[in-house]
């Protein structure tokens, strides 16, 4: 599918908007055009939004007339990865059980990018309870990789990927347990943050691990990251593991590259990765050289044990975490002949296979008995990944990786294979298991022309310098254009 | 008898209900009743995407628990006890599991036997589900409705060690208790509106020495009687079985109210697995060292420092009624009206006899007024009887004692007043009067209830005898 040139970015929208050199009914008018268009082949949306973001868009519109700042997303459409509740719009988390539930409330991200100017046009794919790694665990459908619609877009936040690289919205959100975000913006060849855990508000994110889930962003570009990053950071009353600190505006000052940056390649993260994706790290390496980075390999070896302690942790949380989903107050309920059997009914006819296979390992996990070995080992583990990385960021001050070890692969491949399609979040995972931010940027392509994606790390709270690393990889692509 | 060679070992678990302003996790008040489902919202009915944020007074008044029971209050920490039941939102309860807030405590009978506190922790209430269906239990019921308004109530669960050793004990300890969390302000420890919940853990053992037996846990324990009467049906449940050659098997058994007797709800062996861990949502609370000061300098004085300042004060008084007086509440109001100059006995009388029906209205009688009613009677210028009339006004609707008595007619009728009704009647009632004379003494209550019916109880019965007295002569 070839891509439209012309799209605009989220920061040009504004600054248009703002401008009056167009309207934000105009913007949200061309943008559900092309969901019309383009959204039949591609699936990423599971419900657009029109009418409300054509009313909100008047709203912005009569707010700029009027001259008045409607934020710094003023008429910016948006995709909403569906486990994010929205008041009155169906939340469905990719999932039967929920039946279309209409959540009572807005989660607090929803607001904040309201309270910006940014306009909600719709809800979109992913695997259901964002347990997956391409999308295909959606009840709805598999959302495709708008490179090749033969191929998965990556998951669970597939659908705010494709969107977002279909050019069908230029900002989406997504959530990020253990590469949901990272992963299929590799796959997608668009930008995509996972900021520190805490930073973010988890308040109506449908929670799948709790001590893992992050919200953040997806965008074409690093700019349009951090301007979304922007507008949902912050302290939250209503989640109590939100940070309670000042987080000023990220600002990225590109003008001195990553000059005097210690970035470290870690060495495990390299290990079976495809022989393209590969040349294109040795060329990321060259060129964050030639900007002044100083490049230098190193290891941080509990990463390797991080897949085992993630898949006792995630599985766990989530058993708990989806318990309520029993057919007493809301979603699907399946009748029985008692309350017990009508929650065994509504959980055995509403939930996926992958889903039922994760509760399963989670319940196990924490059972009487297998609690210490699994739980209690893996929370050991956790541990060690965090010490790890503190060691390793003694030394560095960012650490680079491929997002995924291949591209895209295709729909089907891996659906029977759970654990191959585990090890595709093989490089995501410990950044969530250690709570600090990642970002995976676009670097080139592979010879199927598939998007290849880079991984930027840092400790916790220093997301602004992934942010900068990223945007100066972003810029090898310009450079080349030379 | 079989049974005196058994000691019962009894260990109880009190949850009580916080009186916070609002729920343990979110801003929905905390009221007992209101219509099914009004205090409710997207938090306490665990709706998807919702998380917790632990309400800080629901803390210290844990703490102010921890503290009068004796507890070393500590670093703390939540967990999720997992269970499916269509009354808990989520589908888990969030509960303090290996790290409590408070430890290792005791608690002092007015007995002077002390009992032992393993735990006091924090956790949250449930909805309440009606069910439909015929045994009033879930797994039998056709249909059932739940009423989420207690849903996420703050409770303080209370774990006594295994220190208790008879019925009567038990429900010492938990008189005791519930008069000293009411005072700590903490709770209203009203067990009629489930406020405070009792389950029992009840074994048997041949002698004190005989290492513990299997125990079984009593629930649905809704009243002190109910207590006393489940766990003496229990001790004698457990021994037949044993006499009888069987074993005890550990299992939860419900009382039944209308049975007396408690029925086996689940046995160990297909207990529920609770898969605790710790809450992800909810960060561990270190309260720190100055405000636990503040709490322990702020707590106010407990049933025992309250019950030893009423007998120095009242310097007689009989332990059981202290003891009530301050459970009920009433020792601060008895005190005041000492101070008053009021007669001690009488006002406790009064106190623990009649206003303890009414005990809100009790509590908020003014000291001046109620002294002065005590003055009253004291001086005769009221009946006993009359008295409890005034009083029963004083708690129905308030108000000064003098004017309630005049408003009721009860000002004392003149002497001649009287002397000429008394009069008329002995001269009525030659014979009756021939038998008083001769110390019949149930003849005086035909006179007395005669004078009442004739002044329409206007009379005081004490100076009617007076007057009876004076014509025998
Ligand atoms: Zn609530």
Redesign the pocket.
Known sequence: MKLSEQLLSAKEIAVGIKNKTFSATEIVSDTLGRIEKLDGDIHAFLNVTGDQALLRAKEIDEMVSKGEDPGILAGVPIGIKDNICTRKVATTCGSKILNEWKPPYDATVIEKLRSQGAIVVGKTNMDEFAMGSSTEHSAFGPTKNPHNIKCVPGGSSGGSAAAVASGMVPLALGSDTGGSIRQPAAFCGVVGLKPTYGLVSRYGLVAFASSLDQIGPFSRDVDDSVLLANAIMGHDPLDSTSLDIDTPPIKINSDGGVRGLRIGLVSEFLEGISPEISEAIERACKYLDAGGGQVESCSVPSVKQSLSAYYLIAPAEASSNLARFDGVRFGMRVDGKNAEEMMVNTRTAGFGDEVKRRIMLGTYALSAGYYDAYYGSAQKLRTLVIRDFESVYQKFDVLLSPTTPTTAFEIGAKIDDPLTMYLSDVCTIPTNLAGHPAISVPFGYDSKGLPIGLQVLAPALKDDLTLKVASYLESARENAND | MTEERYEPVIGLEVHCELRTAT?L????PNEFGGEPNT???P???GLPGTLPVLNRNAVEYAMRIGTALNCEIKPSKFHRKNYFYPDMPKDFQISQYDEPINVQGYLDLPTGIRIGIERAHIEEDTGKSSHLGKSGRIHAAYGALVDYNRA?VPLVEIVSAPDIRSSEQAKDYVSELRAVLVATGATDGRMEEGSLRVDANVSVRKGPDAPFGTRCEIKNVNSLRSLVRAIEYEIKRQIEVLEDGGRIIQQTRHFNEDTLSTVALRSKEEAQDYRYFPEPDLPPISPGEAWINKVKEELPPLPPQRRAKVKEIFGTGDDGQIITLVEQDLDGLFLGVLSHGADGEIAIRRLLNEAASQIEAARKLDVKDFAALIGMEKSGKLSATQCKAVLAEMLESGGSPLQIAASLGFEGMKSNELEEVITQIINDNPDAFERFKAGDEKVTQFFVGQVMKATKGKANGKSVIEFLETKKS
């Open positions: 729920k996790w979110c801003a929905c205090h409710i919202c938090i306490c009915l996420g």
